[in-house]
């Protein structure tokens, strides 16, 4: 059964904070991706990355940075997280042509 | 540029009738197309490829590179097909997938 888990489902932060969600997988994957789901403008990509310490930026990378150190792990890192960042986060792996997405993590910065 | 166009927000339709979700996209290579569904509490999951062909829960969707079209349809609707439907492309060259903006698909009883 293949996986791909972010480490936490809620998270609650206060603006200003560095805030690091995680994301690993366990197929071997070479490429992961971070998404950003908000009502109304779907699935918009944050950054992705094709190889270990590889990354591209998305359409919304602003705020955002990524870190790849081995090849099952893709972190993103809000910086100085604010409250236009409350949204729900997504994490996929793909392989082949199919992406597995993980749980989502639901952050709130207050 | 990349791009995926989704219309409707939400359709809402009556268990048995015909459904179709629309998704246009622009892109200048040769895009790989897909539908991934979403159920509620669930996990975004693949629902079906342009290049498989196949049906899948009776749904099915046929790329159209002369209208840049990649409709979802399903002749009748059940009203276990809810969810929220969207449309994802991906670059043969670079694996980029990016996403439309959903179409969430309502089957009343």
């Known amino acids: 059964d293949v996986k791909v888990t972010q480490s936490s489902r809620y998270l609650v932060k206060r603006t200003g904070e560095k805030v690091f969600l995680e994301c690993v997988q366990d197929?071997?994957?070479?490429?992961m991706f971070w998404y950003r789901q908000d009502p109304g403008l779907g699935l918009r990509l944050i950054y992705f990355s094709y190889d270990v310490k590889m990354k591209e930026k998305g359409d919304i990378p602003e705020g955002y940075s990524v870190s790849r150190e081995k090849k099952e792990r893709f972190s993103l890192i809000l910086e100085s997280a604010s409250t236009n960042q409350t949204s729900m986060y997504l994490c996929?792996?793909?392989?082949?042509?199919?992406?597995?997405f993980g749980q989502g993590t639901r952050l709130t910065v207050v | 540029a990349q791009r995926v166009t989704q219309p409707e927000k939400l359709l809402s339709v009556f268990k048995g009738a015909p459904v179709e979700l629309k998704c246009n996209y622009s892109y200048s290579g040769s895009p790989e197309l897909f539908w991934y569904v979403q159920y509620s509490r669930q996990r975004l999951q693949l629902l079906l490829r342009h290049i498989s062909r196949e049906s899948i829960k009776g749904f099915t969707a046929d790329l159209n590179k002369g209208e840049t079209s990649f409709h979802l349809k399903k002749p009748f609707a059940q009203e276990e097909d809810s969810a929220m439907y969207y449309c994802?492309?991906?670059?043969?060259?670079?694996?980029?997938?990016?996403f439309g903006t959903g179409t969430r698909l309502q089957v009343f009883p």
């Open positions: 994802a492309l991906s670059s043969y060259n670079t694996d980029k997938l990016i």
């Open positions: 197929m071997d994957h070479e490429n």
């Open positions: 996929a792996s793909k392989g082949g042509t199919e992406a597995f």
